[in-house]
């Protein structure tokens, strides 16, 4: 419903208008002011659409009124109501953003017919913003989805340029040159302390908040310039530490990787978040992986890293040998060394436990390994370990005979059918039982192209169908394909054709699409 507020002096003018105004708009609302003051309280109460202000009124002035309003509510529209034609009223006016101005006396068909107007305005005005906090909400829900994605896909598997640098530009987020990964280890039962995760993150506008798995939520975080990586990190986790109540503390741990230059090698700092997130005994309840000891390590930092990255893909590639072997070096790096047998017992025990993370990340679930005993030399520590190795081993072989075939041609078919809907890895996991994790990487090794990709295509092959009805147009379509976002479309289309919607539709239809263009233009 439309609010009116009249402003004038003199009562009987207010009345006049009010009966004008109340015949030709029954359902409207209308409010009146006697002074300039009065009527800066009460557009505060009232929240007009619009305001009827009589110029000259004892005080202040109807001219100050509208500025002292415009202040507190700029979205109010004005008409003058004055019996002087005056050039500088009108140049202040205009100033001010008046709509028009009324003469008194003035027919009643002048009043309706400049009010009807300028109210006119303001509905469309009103459904626009509307249409806009529909489209900003559509819009909010599709990025949570597409940050969730976009960081499984980083992490796990491997995602289109096109995508990071238009959720950078959509999300707003200065620069995403630097960042690195906290790994948060939750309790049993976390769902209801992902939400709390994210909005935490979100609030500190710190970075992305992947989809959760085995316990564990991995964050993608940016770096800020005006404090140090380490200030950053321990504040952050502190802020998310938080979030548990005490009975629970224990429960949750921070592992903190090291910065990365670029998006490319994120995945990196996500596996030193993994080592850093391995000893939890430590009362701060985080750990940066600077601070721990390499697993294995010969001293030379660089080649242990590059030692620890090939032995994450072979635990992902389900290279068993290479991982038994590599498992095994340890052990006569250990023996040779003179370490503690304990201590090179605890050392593979931690090899083993990030093996069985590594896998909970493609959607295995593997019973944590334990030792049966102290190992009593180093040959009874191989024994044990290549029985632990070889249940991990089977538990891997097993579980991809029965998944892979028949959950990708669900996958595909769930995509092509709902292509046009928000669709997540985690929506997609829970329709075929599977982590988005796993998803992520079997889709990659089945179909040769990541999820993003697929989906993409799907859309763009409905968008070209679309685009062949001129009945459509680009807006109509970008919704109808999935998008929320006509730029951002446009931008996808372009960069998986070559051409922008608007250019194919020209090459389709040539004048016919010009005309059709225009009028878009016009709407």
């Not at 005005?125 to 900003?136: A, G």
């Not at 790994?183 to 979100?202: A, D, G, H, N, T």
């Not at 390994?369 to 891997?396: F, G, M, V």
């Amino acid at each position: 419903m439309m609010k009116l507020l009249i402003v004038d002096d003199e009562q009987i003018e207010r009345e006049g208008l009010r009966a004008i105004l109340q015949k030709a708009f029954p359902d409207i609302l209308i409010e009146e002011a006697k002074n300039g003051s009065t009527a800066i309280a009460l557009a505060d109460e009232f929240h007009p659409d619009l305001i009827l202000m009589d110029i000259k009124m004892p005080g202040m002035s109807g001219l100050e009124a509208i500025a002292a309003i415009k202040e507190n509510q700029p979205h109010i529209k004005f008409v003058m109501v004055t019996a002087f034609d005056m050039f500088e009223y009108a140049r202040q006016a205009i100033k001010l953003g008046v709509k028009d101005y009324l003469l008194k006396p003035s027919k009643a068909t002048e009043i309706t017919t400049t009010v009807g107007r300028v109210l006119q305005e303001c509905k469309s005005e009103k459904h626009s913003l509307e249409s806009r906090k529909i489209q900003d909400a559509a819009m909010q829900k599709a990025l949570a989805l597409v940050e969730t994605d976009v960081v499984t896909q980083l992490l796990f598997d491997h995602v289109h340029e096109v995508h990071i640098n238009m959720l950078v530009e959509m999300l707003d987020i200065r620069s995403a040159n630097q960042s690195f990964i906290m790994l948060v280890i939750l309790p049993e039962e976390p769902e209801s302390y992902y939400s709390m995760v994210k909005e935490k993150v979100r609030k500190a506008h710190s970075g992305w908040v992947g989809a959760m798995y085995s316990h564990q939520i991995p964050i993608i975080v940016f770096r800020k310039q005006d404090v140090s990586f380490r200030s950053q990190a321990a504040s952050l986790a502190r802020d998310i530490l938080s979030l548990s109540n005490s009975s629970l503390s224990k429960d949750w741990f921070i592992g903190i990787g090291n910065v990365c230059d670029s998006l490319d090698q994120i995945r990196q700092s996500y596996q030193e978040s993994l080592i850093a997130s391995m000893d939890r005994t430590i009362p701060a309840r985080h750990r940066f992986y600077m601070d721990t000891p390499i697993l294995g390590g010969d001293g030379n930092r660089q080649h242990d890293k590059q030692k620890q990255k090939q032995f994450f893909d072979q635990v992902r590639l389900g290279e068993w040998g290479q991982v038994r072997q590599g498992v095994m070096e340890v052990i006569q790096s250990c023996e040779n060394d003179g370490v503690n047998l304990l201590q090179a017992q605890q050392r593979v025990l931690e090899l083993l436990w990030l093996t069985t993370r590594l896998m909970d990340e493609i959607g295995i679930e593997v019973e944590t390994p334990i030792y049966s005993a102290q190992a009593q030399d180093y040959r009874h520590l191989r024994s044990e370990t290549s029985y632990l190795l070889e249940k991990i081993r089977q538990k891997h072989a097993e579980n991809y005979e029965k998944k892979d075939t028949d959950s990708i041609l669900k996958i595909k078919h769930y995509i092509i059918e709902h292509s046009h809907e928000d669709i997540s890895l985690e929506a997609l996991g829970n329709k075929v039982g599977l982590s988005p994790i796993y998803i992520s990487k079997i889709f990659k090794e089945k179909l040769g192209v990541n999820y993003i990709d697929f989906l993409t295509e799907c859309r763009i092959e409905k968008a070209k169908k679309l685009l062949n009805d001129l009945e459509k147009s680009i807006k109509e379509i970008t919704f109808e394909v999935g998008y929320h976002e006509p730029n951002y479309f446009s931008k996808v289309f372009k960069k998986a054709t070559g051409t922008s919607p608007k250019e194919y539709r020209t090459s389709l239809f040539g004048n016919k699409a010009i005309q059709v263009r225009k009028m878009e233009k016009v709407e």
